[in-house]
């Protein structure tokens, strides 16, 4: 039992020092990488071509926890004294050796977390980088280290050796860490692993090119040095069609055969007209060449591939996001064409998206906006001035089957390498005005009744005043006439109680004078505003509910106008009475025609309301303005005489006369001030 559990003891250890990152895994590449090196030796001082166990030593200490390196460090220790004793070095020299491989594993380990926390080397050109300066720095110091301790200062083969055992190294360190730092985080990635289906067949391709070009030519002097590019078409190919680890391994699967093939005598080194050193110097360089770009390739390639995941999902949050707004999104050109069109516009102007992308925004509008868009967009373009971009405006829209709607529109600007892109916010405001004409209509009903409140608490007041002018009239006047009847003597007497009832009379007069002041409206207040946006925003208000009445309306106006000093709801209100009335006026017409107009009159601006409607009958034309005066059964007979009193105070003017097409025109006039008219 003792020993059971000793043994189970040792197991966990065991366990515990391999950890999650594969050591015993490491330890088991580190000396497959030991064999394979001097399996490559060149016959020049026994020095590897290709020394890949150092960097399964950086990509096991970047993998593993520091606590676990002295474990590690041990492991490859005794892996590195196994493999010299099997060898021809022996046991010290593989132990000197592995010692070597382990110091500058952890001194480039260290080295490049401190340059670069990314450890998927393969995926960025910062950290690619950053890999090869440390493989540059590694192999200088893992080449001095082993090759002193192997050869002597004074051979004149010293410096050779030297820099062939330096790029073996570096060649070990660029093809075998970004390998060995993509599986050893997982061990059991590398047997979860499988070739994808564009894998196959390039990496196929570049093995059987490489193998049938290196042995074409065994020993020959005339091998061309482009042998050894063979391989590129197809390692570019496995670049940008595969991942980045499938990559990189078929590039050191690649160099490793190329390698083999050279120690064997066949390829470009094979020249007997070459010293081995040159041959062996011009094959490594020329496979670090090889290596960096392809390597560097595959991570432009990740990185942009990654760019575009990053930029597909935020792509499709954006488009959660714009299919969550209520408010429909447009977005156009310079050139006012439709390049989007978001569902709720959709919804909005009962187009499909498909339907107006590319067409131009126009068609979204109704008259005069349709005509006068591009000549706005153009003359932006050309001055900058802007009239709606970043400031909004309530407008009218235009939806598919003709139907017109008011809508607040805000317009934002970006700058891209194609030119201005304007981006329309847009929000159907038929409900929001019409719950606010609504509440305009509770809140003249509730005056209404607080106007009556007050005339029935003034009425017994009222009352009183004028009972006693009245009957003092009355009793007066009975005197009076009892002082005629009885004779001429009494005439005198007869005329000053007459004079008596005159004053009472003057008495009840001022009364009522006081009680016309007290309902007569103040006077007007006027200010600057510009004639276009008071027309359009009474439109936009009156224009609620005609979809349903299939009204055709078209807003026409002459050019740009002058500020016209008005109280700007009073004439709201005039318009928005001229309108609604028009609109009755064509209820059950067969042809629906709305007109509004816009244009300048000497020195005054005529705003004209025309419908194709029944038209006045001759008998109302002279009390048309009249109060109580009313074409419609269930009408007051009030708003138009309300209206010519606000035009009136505004020192304007409000008339009609028959439409020649049929219906009825209404013009209404605002002076201008002197400036402006002359």
């Known amino acids: ?114 340059l670069n926390a990314h450890k998927d080397m393969l995926t960025r050109l910062r950290t690619l980088a950053d890999l090869f300066l440390v493989a540059a720095l590694v192999a200088t110091a893992h080449a001095t280290a082993t090759v002193w301790i192997s050869a002597d200062p004074g051979s004149p083969h010293f410096y050779q050796s030297w820099t062939i055992r330096w790029a073996a190294v570096a060649l070990g360190l660029l093809l075998a860490t970004p390998l060995a730092a993509g599986f050893l985080p997982q061990p059991d990635r590398l047997a979860r692993w499988r070739p994808s289906g564009s894998l196959i067949l390039p990496a196929t391709l570049a093995l059987g090119s490489t193998a049938v070009a290196y042995l074409a030519w065994p020993g020959h002097s005339d091998v061309p040095l482009v042998v050894a590019l063979t391989s590129v078409p197809f390692l570019v190919w496995i670049a940008v069609t595969c991942s980045t680890l499938e990559a990189a391994a078929v590039l050191a699967a690649v160099s490793v055969l190329e390698l083999c093939l050279a120690v064997a005598g ?93 067409q131009n925004v126009k068609i979204l509008m109704p008259m005069p906006y349709q005509s006068e868009h591009d000549g706005y967009l153009s003359r932006y373009l050309r001055t900058g001035e802007k009239r709606i971009i970043g400031i909004g405006r309530i407008v009218v829209g235009r939806r598919k089957d003709g139907s017109t709607f008011p809508i607040e529109l805000a317009v934002g600007e ?34 209404h009744v607080s106007r009556l409140s007050a005339m029935g608490e003034l009425a017994s007041a009222l009352a009183h005043e004028l009972n006693q002018p009245l009957t003092a009239i009355s009793n007066y006047l009975l005197a009076a006439r009892q002082l005629v009847q009885r004779g001429p003597e009494h005439a005198e ?60 309306v078209t807003i026409e106006r002459q050019g740009s106008l002058l500020a016209v000093p008005v109280d700007r709801i009073q004439i709201q209100q005039v318009l ?5 009335n028009a609109v009755d006026a064509m209820e059950g017409m067969e042809r629906r025609d709305l007109t509004i107009t816009i244009a300048l009159h000497d020195n005054h601006v005529r705003i004209s309301v025309i419908d194709t409607g029944t038209g006045i009958a001759t008998d109302m034309h002279e009390k048309m303005f009249q109060a109580f005066a009313t074409t419609k059964p269930a009408g007051m007979g009030v708003g138009l005489s309300i209206s010519r009193n606000i035009v009136e105070a505004h020192g304007g003017r409000l008339w009609f006369e028959p439409n020649p097409d049929g219906g009825t025109i209404f013009h209404l006039d605002l002076p201008l001030t002197d400036g402006q008219a002359g």
């Open 493 to 552: 007497r007869a005329m000053d109680i007459i004079g008596r009832s005159i004053d009472q009379a003057a008495r009840a007069g001022r009364i009522i004078r006081q009680l016309r002041q007290f309902v007569q409206k103040r006077e007007v207040e006027r200010t600057p505003s510009e004639i276009d946006k008071v027309v359009d925003e009474a439109s936009a208000l009156a224009f609620i509910g005609l979809k349903e009445k299939g009204i055709h």
């Open 576 to 580: 928005i009475n001229l309108i609604r």
């Open 1 to 114: 039992m003792d020993g059971l559990d000793s043994a189970g003891t040792s197991y966990e250890f065991a366990k515990r020092a391999a950890g999650g990152v594969g050591v015993w895994l490491a330890c088991g590449l580190y000396l497959a990488a030991l064999a394979l090196s001097h399996a490559l030796a060149t016959a020049l001082g026994n020095v590897p071509v290709f020394w890949p166990p150092a960097a399964i030593a950086m990509a096991t200490f970047l993998s593993t926890d520091r606590r676990q390196w002295w474990m590690t460090a041990v492991f490859m220790a005794v892996s590195g004294a196994l493999a010299g004793q099997i060898g021809a070095g022996g046991a010290l020299a593989g132990l000197l050796i592995s010692t070597a491989d382990i110091a500058v594993g952890i001194a480039g380990s260290l080295l490049f977390q401190r």
């Open 414 to 447: 970006a700058l891209s390498k194609g030119g201005h892109i304007f981006t329309g916010l847009i929000r159907d405001i038929s409900e929001r005005q019409e719950t606010e004409r609504r509440l305009h209509e509770v809140q003249d009903d509730l005056i």
């Open 266 to 358: 066949y390829g470009p080194t094979a020249d007997p007209d070459w010293p081995s050193d040159v041959r062996i110097l011009w094959l490594q360089f020329l496979l670090l060449a090889r290596g960096g770009t392809i390597l560097m390739l595959c991570s432009a390639i990740a990185a942009r591939r990654q760019v575009e995941i990053i930029a597909e999902d935020q792509s499709t949050r954006l488009q959660s996001m714009v299919e969550a707004v209520p408010d429909a999104i447009i977005t156009i050109d310079e050139r006012g064409l439709i390049t989007f069109f978001s569902t709720a516009a959709e919804r909005m102007f009962q187009y499909r998206a498909e339907e107006v992308v590319g």
